[in-house]
């Protein structure tokens, strides 16, 4: 019976060591497909990652330049509040210049049409009353 018992463990032996190593080939297998889908997702993530940061570096340039030109713009906005505080200083002188010219012209209007009673102050000669002696007696004294 001792070479039947050895004969049936040694079946049993090499069963058990085949059944090892088909465990041993379908967990290398595994293992390999899971190395490969590692890889897979790593170059995916690897790709993912460069597309960021390739976008993450547009996004930066494009903020700078929105900061240029939102500098550029304060200053050109600064320029105009400059020009449009000196025009409205420019015209609020002109109002007054018109406003002055305007009371000015209403005073000399109004002073038109009232009567000039001593407008040139002279007297009045009564040139029928004796007409010979009294324009020999007003001459110019340049004439005489």
């Known amino acids: 019976m001792a070479p039947v018992m050895k004969s049936a463990y040694r ?3 090499f069963f058990i060591g085949q059944r090892e190593l088909e465990m041993q080939y379908k967990m290398n297998r595994i293992v390999a497909q899971c190395r490969q889908k590692c890889e897979s997702m790593q170059e995916k993530f690897t790709e993912k990652l460069e597309q960021l940061h390739t976008a993450y570096q547009k996004m930066a340039k494009r903020c700078q330049m929105m900061e240029q030109e939102i500098e550029s713009l304060s200053k050109d906005k600064q320029e105009l509040q400059e020009k449009f505080s000196e025009k409205a200083r420019q015209k609020r002188k002109l ?11 209403e005073s000399n209007k109004r002073s038109a049409i009232q009567p ?12 029928f009353s004796n007409p010979a002696a009294t324009m020999m007696d007003n001459r110019d004294p340049i004439r005489k």
Do not use: C, I, T, W
């Open 95 to 105: 109002d007054e210049m018109y406003d002055q010219l305007r009371s000015e012209y």
């Open 116 to 127: 000039a009673n001593n407008f040139f102050s002279r007297n009045e000669l009564d040139l």
């Open 11 to 13: 079946s049993v032996m």
